[in-house]
């Protein structure tokens, strides 16, 4: 997340250049119009505390090692009934930013390999800003979880018939629906 996060409700842009060796540290907070924006880009009814705290310090060959925590509170709505389910979100950020052409980026064209349990390889800075704001944005959006439940909701499964052993078909309700039409149409 850099620069090209123009779209994005909530931007805190650092200049690299003023990005040293030793740790710049920056603390940064989503005010109530971004975190109402914020809520509708992640679909959510209300994202209600966002809080970032970051140090920045230069690496070796132009690159920026970025760490923080990000804190937040967001109300989901269930999966099942809609009701609000409230979430507390507290992730750690730990990311390193390449200038254009570091060997280590990955090339459009190239085979990409992933290994699972090594180090991510490092964003592109674009520019010469890398966005704290979207950061915490994205790490936020990563964190949610995409199915939220509210306490006690569950999950009723159609059967097809009573007292049958008969599993569950996906059908099932699809040809209910359809006798029921049946029915009501003749």
Avoid: W
């Amino acid at each position: 997340m850099t620069s090209s996060s123009d779209a994005l409700p909530f931007s805190r842009p650092v200049q690299v250049r003023e990005i040293g060796y030793a740790p710049t540290r920056l603390t940064i907070e989503a005010e109530p119009a971004e975190r109402a924006a914020l809520a509708r880009l992640l679909g959510v009814p209300s994202v209600d505390r966002l809080k970032a705290a970051f140090e920045m310090r230069g690496r070796h060959g132009g690159r920026i090692a970025v760490q923080g925590t990000l804190e937040a509170h967001v109300v989901q709505a269930c999966i099942l009934t809609l009701a609000p389910v409230p979430v507390d979100v507290s992730e750690e950020i730990d990311m390193v930013f390449a200038p254009p052409g570091d060997e280590a980026l990955y090339k459009p064209g190239e085979e990409l390999d992933l290994d699972a349990f090594g180090e991510d390889p490092p964003d592109v800075i674009e520019g010469d800003t890398i966005d704290l704001g979207a950061l915490a944005a994205e790490h936020l959006s990563l964190a949610l979880d995409p199915y939220p439940r509210a306490p006690g909701a569950a999950f009723d499964e159609i059967s097809e018939g009573e007292g049958e052993d008969v599993p569950p078909s996906p059908f099932a309700a699809l040809a209910r629906l359809k006798r029921n039409e049946a029915e009501s149409d003749g």
